[in-house]
């Protein structure tokens, strides 16, 4: 993490926070089913003009500097804050999460969701925060009951992370992140020949093996939320209760 030395210079113990930072990227890559000693390093560099909001991800994940002020409540080498108020670091959590994002599972209308299971996994371990006590998605809540009053539309769904995130947190809830660890080792063992050549077969087959790996047919909870599977992924999942 590099931040400019004032922010540093008062720090006793540094080491202690960067070991939650790498335990937390050890938990991502856990669940991903990657190895972390053979992955890519992670950088985070806070500086006065990131190219992009107010974050971004990338091979430095860049910052502004608020988050390398010690007196601010991110300041990112604040170890207390990090163990006992860890969903005040959603943003770079979530931006590490983009980090490990595959394209055969981020399907149209994901890109800013599937980084975000990451969060929800990383506020578990780090935080102890459950999925639907996590305040950025609790916040979200009144967005997916209207989502679902008014019918479901998948053009929203797409174009809403909040409501989005809504179907990851639920399976996650319903089923454990150990399933979730399955269906990642799956597509990390998948060869080129299975995986998915378009965004329809990335809805069915992310459906399709999840379905497999938790032993239940999820293709009513695909049409629950408005998320379109083809004929033939219905078809295949139809034997499943």
Not at 206 to 234: M, R
Request: negative net charge; proline residues 4%.
């Amino acid at each position: 993490i590099t931040l400019p030395s004032s922010s540093i210079r008062n720090l006793k113990n540094p080491g202690s926070v960067i070991d939650i930072y790498d335990t937390l990227i050890e938990h991502y890559h856990d669940l991903r089913g990657t190895d972390v000693k053979t992955s890519r390093k992670m950088w985070v560099v806070t500086d006065k003009q990131p190219s992009y909001g107010a974050m971004h991800a990338g091979y430095p994940i860049v910052t502004h500097l608020d988050v390398a002020d010690p007196e601010g409540e991110k300041f990112l080498l604040n170890e207390n804050a990090l163990k006992l108020n860890t969903s005040k670091y959603w943003g770079i959590f979530h931006e590490i999460g983009h980090n490990m994002q595959q394209s055969e599972w981020t399907f149209e209308g994901t890109l800013e969701v599937t980084s975000n299971v990451f969060n929800l996994y990383g506020m578990k371990k780090i935080g102890n925060l459950d999925c639907w006590t996590v305040p950025w998605l609790n916040k979200q809540i009144w967005k997916g009951v209207g989502y679902l009053n008014n019918g479901s539309d998948f053009e929203i769904w797409k174009n809403d992370a909040g409501v989005a995130l809504h179907t990851y947190a639920q399976l996650a809830d319903t089923f454990g992140w150990a399933i979730y660890k399955q269906v990642f080792r799956r597509y990390q063992n998948m060869s080129r020949k299975e995986k998915p050549n378009n965004n329809q077969e990335e809805i069915d087959k992310w459906f399709i093996i999840f379905s497999e790996e938790c032993k239940f047919n999820l293709a009513p909870l695909a049409a629950f939320w408005g998320i379109p599977l083809s004929q033939d992924a219905i078809n295949k999942l139809e034997d499943l209760p």
